[in-house]
């Protein structure tokens, strides 16, 4: 079974930026690629998606402060947060939509002065 090993995350000041990054088992050249967050007490969120060939989509919260990329030679994906905001707080995860592998332990992100 792939698995899934997130990273990176921490804690920062609002306004702060933080780079994670999703190192998988396996090969990834095949799949799209989304990051998620989930906060306490509520559900897991779509955050951001690359697809096989490296196009992007972004949930509206983002707004231009997280760009999704990725290293297929490494089969790894990232995640470069800039502009952190408070409500950013979340535990982060990555996995690939069409197949929907195990969840990873996922990397806690928190934003706070």
């Known amino acids: 079974q792939v698995q899934l090993g997130e990273s990176g995350g921490g804690l920062v000041q609002p306004g702060g930026s933080l780079r994670l990054s999703c190192a998988v088992s396996?090969?990834?050249?095949?799949?799209?690629m989304d990051w998620y967050r989930q906060a306490p007490g509520k559900q897991r969120e779509f955050v951001a998606r690359?697809?096989?060939?490296?196009?992007?989509n972004y949930a509206g919260f983002v707004k231009g402060r997280f760009t999704i990329s990725r290293d297929n030679a490494k089969n790894m994906v990232f995640l470069q947060m800039n502009r952190l905001k408070p409500e950013d707080t979340a535990v982060y995860y990555c996995?690939?939509?069409?197949?929907?592998?195990?969840w990873g332990q996922g990397t806690q992100v928190t934003v706070s002065s």
């Open positions: 996995n690939a939509p069409s197949v929907g592998w195990k």
């Open positions: 396996g090969s990834i050249s095949l799949y799209a």
């Open positions: 690359i697809s096989s060939a490296g196009s992007t």
